[in-house]
Each structure stands twice: as C-alpha cells, then as structure tokens.
C-alpha cells in the first residue's frame, strides 16, 4: 500500500505561483510513474500533469503547457508541480497519483494510489 501526502496548496492571487509537492511513503517510489489531477468544484476530475519512474518523459494538459512543470526527485520520495502564471480557472484540489508500471499516463483510472488532495485558489 502506498500512502501519498500533498502539500504546497494555498490561495494566490492571478499571475502568481505555487509549488505542490506529494510524498510517498514505501520504497517503491522510483519504480511508479506519478501524475497530477485537479478537480473544480461541479466539474469532473482532469488530468494536469504527469511524468515517468525516470523523469525522462512528462506530459501536460493543453490548458496547463507552458505554465506548469513537473519533476521529481526519487531519493526523496517526491513529485513536484510547480504552477505559474497562475489563473482564476486554476482554481482546484489537486491530487496526485502513482501508476505502478512506471508509464505515464493521462487517465486517471489508469491510476493505483491517489492523495487526499491540496485546495489551490486563484483570486482573479
């Protein structure tokens, strides 16, 4: 079983910038491909980000290219989302998620382990 913890969430005003992260425990964390989901209150649940046990390979939503960067760092069990430029429409709980294959993937079904989720709130 893998726990994931977020963290990094908070209120920001339109333009700024965040950075979430999410812990995982176990020592499995190298080996699982890690995404990013956020979800709107009334709105289904979307994909953001995600990227490959090495790092090497990441993926974005339309809506988030050029504005958000993912990475990780293994030896500290973490997965970052830094967000900038910042928008009203950011406004979500973000989630993360660990896919056990190792390949990122865009759907969040495809998903083993998933967070509670840290509130991020763009004030426009």
């Known amino acids: 079983q893998v726990q994931l913890v977020e963290s990094g969430g908070g209120v920001v005003q339109a333009g700024g910038s965040l950075r979430l992260s999410c812990v995982a425990s176990g020592r499995a964390f190298s080996k699982y491909a890690m995404g990013w989901f956020r979800q709107a209150p009334g709105k289904e649940r979307e994909f953001v980000s995600s990227i490959n046990w090495a790092g090497s390979s990441t993926y974005y939503a339309d809506s988030v290219k050029g504005r958000f960067t993912i990475s990780r760092d293994n030896a500290k069990n973490t997965v970052y989302l830094q967000m900038n430029s910042l928008k009203a429409e950011d406004t979500a709980l973000y989630s993360c998620?660990?896919?056990?294959?190792?390949?990122?993937?865009?759907?969040?079904?495809?998903?083993?382990?998933w967070g509670q989720g840290t509130q991020v709130t763009v004030s426009s």
């Open positions: 998620a660990a896919e056990t294959s190792g390949w990122a993937k865009i759907t969040g079904s495809e998903y083993d382990y």
